[in-house]
């Protein structure tokens, strides 16, 4: 199934190699709940942005955001942005990392983790940062003709890279990308 993407995670690995890259790019972390309850659909959480002026503007996301000066780590940054934006609390050591993605439009190197959530979560909703919730099914996600593909200039290439639709709204870019990776981990 990697094959189509297979340049996009050629160029993803060089990334932990690329000094200037890791120097001048602003940090972030999001995060990836996975919902996982015994004799029921398994659901991953994606937020969908308000509108502002900015590169992500009303764009589906992983909630997480910046490194902010106090954060002791990027998992700080990502439990921190978890809790302002939608109100749960999570602890770091259940984070499980996945790979960086560097989003070449706004200069982001972002750290993606998920966690393994066994219940119904209760949101507070930063109406400030944040439109809507989505609780996407994993096998929506799975489906083959969920997964679109889309090209996309990545490390200065042009690359074919996943999309997803549902319920109307486009999961594309970075978002997408770790959607894909994080689905093939649930296999």
Do not use: C
Request: no cysteine.
């Amino acid at each position: 199934m990697d094959a189509p993407f297979e340049r996009l995670f050629e160029l993803q690995s060089t990334i932990k190699h690329n000094r200037e890259l890791l120097q001048t790019a602003k940090q972030a972390a999001v995060v990836a709940i996975v919902i996982q309850k015994p004799s029921q659909e398994s659901k991953i959480v994606l937020i969908k942005r308000n509108t502002y002026d900015g590169h992500h503007s009303a764009q589906m996301a992983f909630p997480g955001g910046k490194v902010d000066q106090s954060d002791l780590s990027l998992r700080h940054t990502a439990i921190r942005e978890i809790e302002e934006e939608i109100g749960i609390q999570l602890d770091e050591d259940d984070l499980i990392e996945l790979p960086q993605h560097w989003v070449h439009v706004s200069n982001f190197l972002i750290q993606p983790y998920y966690v393994l959530i066994n219940k119904n979560l209760e949101y507070r909703v930063n109406k400030r940062e944040i439109n809507r919730i989505f609780e996407i099914p994993v096998a929506f996600l799975k489906q083959p003709d969920s997964l679109d593909f889309h090209e996309l200039t990545f490390m200065q290439e042009q690359i074919t890279a996943p999309r997803f639709y549902y319920e109307s709204e486009e999961i594309w870019g970075a978002t997408a990308i770790m959607l894909y990776q994080l689905i093939q981990l649930l296999d």
